[in-house]
């Protein structure tokens, strides 16, 4: 894969961009804190006091290097960290008096009007349609969002105290989501049992790529910077912030084991327990270590998988057909690397990067839910990515990619859904290629794993930005 030289850009201010939108908070636990702006005059005054506890690139750089050393020290437990980041929805822009337009129609709009193009389930009620979503989010009345994470709840609460303390009764909560990485091995893993957060962009000038890593204009991510493509018509003021996709996604765990038990791929002499882990494999592109199909087809490699150098250099380009991956596979819907340069040059996935800094809600799976096979509580992913563009990024990986059957582009099969996130409203999808003997044979996936209860877009702002439009 060619890919040319990035022209240099100039460098980032660390100092001024959220904590979250390049590098993420490190976290073990994650609270979302939905809030409606309730005097906005009093909002505006006291978030001034909380600016210097707003977290900064830089400062979870010196996080990460205590993190390190900690480590390297080999001293027992996790050393006590946490940040609080900051973000608005247009409805917060509103009630706060800025006016602005931000250059993102669907930021403008909301994540609400955005339900039925990207295919959430839901219906159609007196001519509008209707979401299935949580109330909360369906409620109009989210103005901005609060992130605190973590090493612990008794961290971030000390935090969100603070908040509280400042705001008063400035503002006032709607609701709070409670993410937690998983327990002991499963650590960093989604609720499926996957490794996540593998594959994230690089972005030039502030990280350096590991092989196969796709690199990225800093403007992709932040906006303001070299390569933002809305450059030109955006305020600036909104330099140095991002947009925030926030989405509730319910997981339906023992659903999803039953149907990788019920639809075993066969081939001889793999027994069906490891027939049901291939197709678990090929429906993500991972094994559940994180090792990717495209390098290790047929057995997991958790070798390979713990390896940067090269858990992420592959590019779907070593064969045609879907004996490796299917073309469908999440991590190829979502990333499709050669299957878009290939026909379109080195630059074209790049565009539609997003940086993932979601974490899972919700317990642990019970017995009674293994042996019913029923999801009996709340669990998933409280879904982050940050881009400059909603429209190149999030929605446009749903709805051009994910959710579109035809997509790969001119493989000689219809690939189908993305079975991970892929969605067709209220009807059932399928896809090809999961039998790697048998590719044109279609699987029927009979319902959503992953269910969209809802969701908000927002804009981060920079710390200037925040002292100079967002307070009085
Ligand atoms: C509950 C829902 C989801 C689950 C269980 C899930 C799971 C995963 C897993 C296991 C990986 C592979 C590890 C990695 O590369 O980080 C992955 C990668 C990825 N996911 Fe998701 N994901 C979910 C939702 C989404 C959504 C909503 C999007 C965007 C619309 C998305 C976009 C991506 C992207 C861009 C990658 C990286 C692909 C690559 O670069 O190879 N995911 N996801």
Redesign the pocket.
């Known amino acids: 894969m060619s890919q040319q030289p990035l022209p240099p850009a100039p460098a980032l201010n660390l100092d001024d961009i959220q904590g979250d939108v390049i590098l993420g908070i490190p976290k073990r636990v994650e609270w979302f804190l939905f809030f409606k702006i309730v005097n906005p005059a009093h909002f505006k005054k006291h978030l001034k006091q909380l600016i210097p506890a707003i977290t900064t690139t830089n400062d979870i750089v010196k996080a990460r290097k205590a993190i390190d050393d900690h480590k390297k020290k080999g001293d027992p437990g996790l050393i006590k960290l946490s940040g609080i980041n900051v973000s608005f929805s247009q409805r917060g822009l509103n009630a706060l008096g800025i006016t602005d337009n931000l250059a993102d129609p669907q930021f403008a709009a909301g994540q609400f009007a955005s339900a039925q193009d990207i295919k959430d389930p839901g219906q159609v009620v007196n001519g509008a349609f209707d979401p299935a979503w949580l109330p909360q989010f369906k409620s109009h009345d989210i103005d901005g969002l609060f992130l605190f994470a973590g090493d612990s709840e008794a961290t971030i609460n000390e935090d969100c105290d603070k908040v509280f303390h400042v705001l008063g009764s400035s503002f006032k909560q709607v609701f709070k989501v409670h993410g937690n990485v998983r327990p002991g091995k499963e650590k960093g893993?989604?609720?499926?049992g996957?490794?996540?957060?593998?594959?994230?962009?690089a972005i030039a000038s502030v990280q350096t790529p590991l092989p196969g890593q796709?690199v990225v204009p800093p403007g992709i991510i932040v906006v303001g910077a070299d390569g933002d493509p809305n450059l030109a018509s955006r305020p600036s003021w909104a330099a140095n912030g991002s947009f925030l996709v926030y989405?509730q996604?319910n997981?339906l765990v023992p659903e999803f084991d039953k149907f990788l038990l019920d639809n075993p791929i066969q081939e001889p002499g793999l027994p069906p327990a490891k027939g049901s882990e291939l197709l678990g494999a090929r429906l993500?592109?991972?094994w559940k270590s994180?090792a990717?199909i495209d390098i290790t087809p047929k057995v997991d490699d958790p070798a390979l998988a713990a390896d940067p150098q090269r858990n992420?250099n592959f590019d779907f380009s070593g064969v045609a057909d879907q004996s490796k991956c299917p073309f469908a596979a999440?991590?190829?819907k979502?990333?499709p690397?050669s299957d878009l340069t290939n026909l379109f040059g080195a630059d074209a996935v790049k565009p539609h990067?997003?940086n993932?800094n979601?974490i899972p809600f919700g317990p642990e799976v019970t017995p009674q839910e293994n042996h019913e096979h029923k999801t009996h509580c709340d669990r998933?992913?409280s879904?982050v990515?940050y881009q400059t563009v909603l429209a190149n990024g999030?929605e446009f990986?749903?709805k051009s990619w994910?959710n579109n059957i035809g997509f790969p582009l001119q493989k000689p099969v219809v690939p189908g859904f993305d079975p991970?996130?892929g969605q067709n409203g209220n009807d059932a999808r399928t896809m090809q290629g999961t039998n790697p003997d048998a590719q044109t044979a279609t699987l029927n996936l009979p319902f959503e794993f992953?269910v969209a209860k809802g969701g908000e877009y927002f804009f981060t702002p920079s710390i200037t930005a925040l002292k100079t439009k967002f307070t009085a």
Do not use: K, Y
């Open positions: 893993h989604e609720h499926f996957f490794l996540d957060g593998v594959s994230l962009p796709l989405r996604l997981q993500v592109g991972r994180g990717p992420n999440h991590v190829r979502t990333n690397r990067a997003i993932r979601g998933g992913l879904f990515c999030f990986i749903m994910a991970i996130i992953v």
